[in-house]
């Protein structure tokens, strides 16, 4: 099957499909490098946005695996810092799952460009997770904790802080140890838009007035936090799917609990509900699907696990091109 049966042409990034092990579908297009005409390839690292959220739940999954914390432990207790206004009895299943109420620095439901947090506050500022605080600790609780689900970046912020407390390491840097190396994520990391490595592929942000790109380097944090912002192929994706499903990253019992609905009312369908760093989507007909996805200025990225027939999906472009739209498209033509 070629992009012209199935996929747009004009669609910017990498598209990878494997089903039990076997490469189904394979394409890399658009330029990492627009002004130098350097391609794409399936070797190219993406910025990825929102989907690092997935290895902070399971840095925090193993922890609690390992008996170090607790589901039920509390940011009051586990956090020595002021909180302010922030109920200091949320827990960490809340903050996993999105149902904490903390202040989130980025409130979708009210906020629609990412870009607007850096008008008074420089995005090159932004390179730990304590980086953060100043943009959410001194507002109030958005409802009580535990009340509903509402997506939330601010938690995984503070679940990232959770880990650098009890590991007493940077949370990327655990990340790397527990979950990158041991999945075999060789090109996988958070790196420092000012310090980027080889093979990582700009992002572009289309400008109306002079119909021109730019580069997102001045939309985005200048190093990625537990929020997201990891730099990721679609191979390492792929490994990542792998380990976790083979319990190599946490025993196959939790992950079972990770890839089950936690919280959300599903009514949008297609968004589905939440369980650990997970959106899981309804199937009548047999296992939910599970997917992480990230949106970002310049950045779009989704993969999708289909239990059902063992299909993984990865989907990245460093144009922001509609990875949801080429996702359905393989839902109606894989699934």
């Given at each position: 099957?070629?992009?012209k049966?199935?996929?747009?042409?004009?669609?910017?990034g990498n598209?990878y499909?494997v089903q039990?092990?076997?490469?189904l579908?394979?394409r890399?297009t658009?330029f990492?490098?627009l002004?130098?005409?350097?391609?794409?390839?399936?070797?190219t690292?993406f910025?990825?946005?929102?989907?690092g959220?997935?290895?902070v739940a399971?840095?925090?999954?193993?922890?609690?695996?390992q008996?170090?914390?607790?589901?039920?432990d509390?940011?009051?207790?586990l956090?020595d810092?002021p909180?302010?206004a922030i109920?200091?009895?949320?827990?960490?299943?809340?903050l996993?799952?999105?149902?904490s109420?903390v202040p989130?620095?980025?409130?979708?439901?009210v906020?629609?460009?990412?870009?607007?947090?850096?008008v008074?506050y420089?995005?090159?500022k932004?390179?730990h997770?304590?980086d953060l605080?100043p943009?959410?600790?001194?507002k109030?609780?958005?409802?009580?904790?535990g009340e509903?689900?509402?997506?939330?970046?601010?938690?995984y912020v503070l679940l990232?802080m959770?880990?650098?407390?009890v590991?007493?390491?940077?949370?990327?840097?655990y990340?790397?140890?527990q979950?990158f190396?041991v999945?075999?994520?060789?090109s996988?990391?958070?790196?420092e838009?000012d310090?980027?490595?080889?093979k990582c592929?700009?992002n572009?942000i289309?400008?109306?007035?002079?119909n021109?790109?730019?580069?997102?380097?001045f939309?985005v944090d200048?190093?990625?936090?537990g929020?997201?912002?990891?730099?990721?192929?679609v191979?390492?994706i792929?490994?990542f799917w792998?380990?976790l499903l083979?319990?190599?990253?946490?025993s196959?019992?939790?992950?079972?609990?990770?890839l089950?609905?936690?919280?959300?009312?599903?009514?949008?369908?297609?968004?589905g509900?939440?369980g650990?760093g997970?959106w899981?989507?309804?199937y009548?007909?047999?296992k939910d699907f599970?997917?992480?996805?990230g949106?970002d200025?310049g950045?779009?990225?989704?993969?999708?696990y289909?239990?059902n027939?063992?299909m993984i999906?990865?989907?990245?472009?460093?144009y922001?091109d509609?990875?949801?739209?080429?996702?359905?498209?393989?839902r109606e033509?894989?699934?």
């Amino acid at each position: 099957m070629n992009s012209k049966e199935l996929f747009d042409e004009s669609f910017r990034g990498n598209i990878y499909l494997v089903q039990n092990s076997k490469v189904l579908y394979d394409r890399a297009t658009g330029f990492a490098d627009l002004a130098n005409e350097i391609s794409n390839t399936i070797e190219t690292k993406f910025a990825s946005a929102s989907a690092g959220k997935v290895f902070v739940a399971v840095g925090i999954l193993q922890l609690i695996e390992q008996e170090k914390i607790k589901f039920e432990d509390t940011l009051g207790n586990l956090l020595d810092m002021p909180l302010n206004a922030i109920d200091p009895n949320v827990t960490v299943r809340q903050l996993l799952n999105h149902t904490s109420g903390v202040p989130d620095y980025f409130d979708e439901s009210v906020m629609e460009e990412y870009e607007e947090l850096w008008v008074d506050y420089p995005n090159y500022k932004i390179r730990h997770n304590s980086d953060l605080l100043p943009l959410f600790m001194d507002k109030p609780m958005m409802y009580p904790k535990g009340e509903k689900f509402q997506y939330n970046n601010s938690g995984y912020v503070l679940l990232a802080m959770i880990i650098e407390k009890v590991t007493g390491m940077e949370f990327d840097a655990y990340l790397k140890e527990q979950i990158f190396d041991v999945c075999g994520m060789g090109s996988t990391g958070y790196y420092e838009l000012d310090r980027l490595p080889a093979k990582c592929a700009n992002n572009y942000i289309y400008c109306l007035d002079s119909n021109d790109y730019r580069t997102n380097i001045f939309s985005v944090d200048a190093k990625g936090t537990g929020a997201g912002g990891a730099f990721i192929t679609v191979r390492d994706i792929v490994r990542f799917w792998t380990g976790l499903l083979e319990g190599k990253l946490i025993s196959k019992e939790l992950v079972s609990e990770m890839l089950k609905k936690q919280s959300g009312d599903g009514i949008d369908a297609e968004e589905g509900c939440y369980g650990y760093g997970v959106w899981i989507i309804d199937y009548a007909d047999g296992k939910d699907f599970a997917y992480f996805q990230g949106c970002d200025p310049g950045v779009s990225f989704l993969s999708e696990y289909n239990p059902n027939n063992g299909m993984i999906s990865v989907l990245v472009s460093n144009y922001g091109d509609n990875v949801w739209k080429e996702m359905r498209k393989i839902r109606e033509n894989f699934y």
